[in-house]
Structures are given as C-alpha cells and as structure tokens.
C-alpha cells in the first residue's frame, strides 16, 4: 500500500495566502490553490467546508497581523497612526495591495479595526466621529498606496498632513 501525505490545515492556508499575495483574489480557486501547495483539491474540502471559510481564515489572519502592528506602536496621534498605517504598507506592500485594496471584505475589516485607533485620539472637529473618520480613511488609503508604488513625495507630508487637519477642524 502506498503511503499518501497528509495536507495539513496550515499547508492550505499557507499556499492560499501566496497564491493571493502573487496573483491576487481573481485566481482564488480550489484547483489554483491546490496547484500551489501542490496537492489535490480533496484535502483542501476536507479541512474547509468551502473557499468562503479558507478566505475567513485568511482575513482574519491578516487583520490579526495589522491590529499587532497598530498596537506594537502605539499610536497616540493622528500623525502618528498615519505613519504607522504607511509604514504597514511599504513593510508588507503585497499584503496591502491584496488586502487592504483588492477585497472588500477584507478593507471593511480593516476599515473598522482603524477606526478604533481614530476613535481613541482626542481630535478636536466639527464633524461626527464617522464622517471625520470616513475622510480621514480615504486620504490615509491613498497616501499608502502611493507610499508603496513610491509615488508619495514626502515632502508633501506637512502640506497633506495639515490639510486633513484643517479639514476635520471645520
């Protein structure tokens, strides 16, 4: 009798992650992922009930790794969560783009967790938490984004960061 091997629930999630990471969400299928580790598609129905739970997996992973990073520094101000949440996406510039970008599941995930960050800052606005938060989140994505495909001039920070200033004081 011939022995098989065993794929192991962390082999899939594994190979899901890099198989997002090198070609995004659009090739998240059992046979691609598969393709990956490389097994069959049995083990990877056999450790999930479907791709949905695989994907849950994954977000959850991710956003597990981005709330780590928020909390390991700290950020008590509204420069600094933006410098941590461009620091976030040029250390795992991949990641962002897939996650953070890509799937909207996902953004919304990682949309709430930042908020939590935004809510604990003693800001000074006329606007409610949400709205104030909602334009903040729009300029922190595209910052980041540009930050990674190294189209962010840093001597802007001031300017842009001023901006969003007076912007949530109005």
Known sequence: MVRTKRVQRNHIIDGAYKLIIKDGFKKFHARNIAQQIPCSTQPIYREFENLSEL???????????????????????????????????LDYPEEFQRFFLQDNETMIQIKEATKKYFDQLDLKHSYDNTQAFDLYWQYIIGKAALAGQDRYYANCDERSQELIKLLLSN
């Not at 849950?56 to 949440?85: C, G, M």
């Open 55 to 89: 994907k849950t997996v994954l977000t959850s992973r991710v956003l597990a790794k981005y709330t780590d990073f928020l909390d390991d520094h700290l950020p008590n101000s509204l420069d600094q969560l933006t410098n941590v949440i461009v620091d976030y996406s």
